[in-house]
């Protein structure tokens, strides 16, 4: 059974902007915590935003530039982002679960869910 499906991946220029979103089952959705992460080619998945019970929180590489937000009538997670850099380029994931800490340190091993991931490539 699929949980997670993101979209709204795609090349945009630097300084533009994304609007990622993920479709969530309402068993995933139902997770305390979700997040997303980003995993370049040859490095280890990154998180980039979390949110549990309304409190949010960003990598130091995105924040201000990046916000995460949830729509509960659509099962939705979203990561808006703006004044993209080339170094942004990555695979994007949701993920849901109950880790022992929501943050974006968080290991993407202790989510429950991942989705297929969407891609996004920043180019100068």
């Known amino acids: 059974q699929v949980h997670l499906v993101e979209s709204g991946g795609g090349s945009v220029q630097a300084g533009g902007s994304l609007r990622l979103s993920c479709v969530a089952s309402?068993?995933?959705?139902?997770?305390?915590?979700m997040a997303w992460f980003r995993q370049a080619p040859g490095k280890s998945p990154e998180g980039v935003a979390s949110t549990s019970y309304g409190a949010t929180e960003y990598a130091n590489s995105v924040r201000g530039r990046f916000t995460i937000s949830k729509d509960n009538a659509k099962n939705t997670l979203y990561l808006q982002m703006n004044s993209l850099k080339p170094e942004d380029t990555a695979m994007y994931y949701c993920?849901?679960?109950?880790?022992?800490?929501?943050?974006?340190?968080?290991?993407?091993?202790?989510?429950?869910?991942w989705g297929q991931g969407t891609q996004v490539t920043v180019s100068s």
């Open positions: 993920a849901a679960g109950r880790p022992s800490t929501c943050s974006t340190t968080t290991p993407l091993s202790e989510y429950d869910y």
């Open positions: 309402e068993y995933a959705y139902s997770r305390l915590c």
